[in-house]
C-alpha cells in the first residue's frame, strides 16, 4: 500500500447482463489504524445492467463523499466521448468485452488521470481524504466481479449467460517518487 503512482491492467472483462468488473483503489489502514471509506478510485467499473450502463460505457472517478457517493474534483479535461453529468462515463462507441483492453490511471496528491488503450479519457481534481477532509490511509488495489446488486443487477440478471470470467493479462504498479 501506498500514496501516488501509475496502475495498469491488461484485462478482458464479462459482458453478461447482471455483471460487473471492476479495477479500482480503496484505502488501507490509516496511522490509527482506522479504515476509510471514502475515498475510493474507480479506474473502471463495466458493469452491464443492459439499459443505462452497458458493456460499451466505462464508468470511473473518485468517490469522495460517503453518505452521497458523489464523485469529487472538477473534471479538468475529457475526451469527448466522456459523459460529464453528476457521475462520469466513457461511452467508447463499441463492446469492451469481446477483446482485451488496457486500462491505466496516473494518481497524483492532486489528479486522476485515466487512460483506455492508451488514450486518455479524462482527468479530474482529486484529493485523497476520509470524510473529514483528513488524508486517508494508502491505497491498495482491489480487482472484483461482481454480479446482481442494485447497479448491474436492477433490471435483472441473465442467469443462462454464466458462468463468466474476468481475466487479467498483467498488473502494473508504480509508485511516483519525491521528485
Known amino acids: 500500500t501506498f500514496y501516488y503512482g501509475y496502475f495498469e491492467a491488461r484485462v478482458k472483462t464479462t459482458g453478461a447482463k ?10 488501507d489502514r490509516d496511522r490509527d489504524g482506522d479504515i476509510q471509506h471514502p475515498p475510493e478510485i474507480d479506474i473502471f467499473d463495466n458493469a452491464n445492467n443492459g439499459k443505462d450502463s452497458t458493456s460499451s ?7 469522495v463523499d460517503k453518505d452521497t457517493k458523489k464523485q469529487g474534483g472538477e473534471l479538468v479535461w475529457g475526451d469527448p466521448a466522456v459523459n460529464r453529468g453528476e457521475y462520469q ?3 467508447a462507441g463499441k463492446d469492451l468485452t469481446t477483446d482485451w483492453h488496457v486500462y491505466g490511471l496516473l494518481w497524483t496528491p492532486t489528479q486522476i488521470t485515466l487512460w483506455l488503450d492508451g488514450k486518455r479519457i ?3 481534481n482529486y484529493r ?3 470524510k473529514t477532509g483528513e488524508l486517508a490511509g494508502p491505497a491498495h488495489v482491489l480487482f472484483n466481479l461482481a ?3 442494485p447497479w448491474a443487477g436492477r433490471f435483472g440478471i441473465d442467469d443462462k449467460a454464466f458462468p463468466q470470467s474476468f481475466s487479467i493479462d498483467y498488473v502494473r504498479v508504480c509508485q511516483l517518487s519525491g521528485n
Not at 447482471?18 to 484505502?27: E, I, T
Not at 460505457?57 to 468517490?63: E, R, S
Open 18 to 27: 447482471g455483471s460487473w468488473p471492476a479495477f479500482w483503489l480503496a484505502a
Open 57 to 63: 460505457m466505462v464508468w470511473f472517478g473518485g468517490v
Open 89 to 91: 462515463y466513457y461511452q
Open 122 to 124: 479524462m482527468t479530474r
Open 128 to 130: 485523497w481524504v476520509d
Open 147 to 149: 454480479v446482481g446488486g
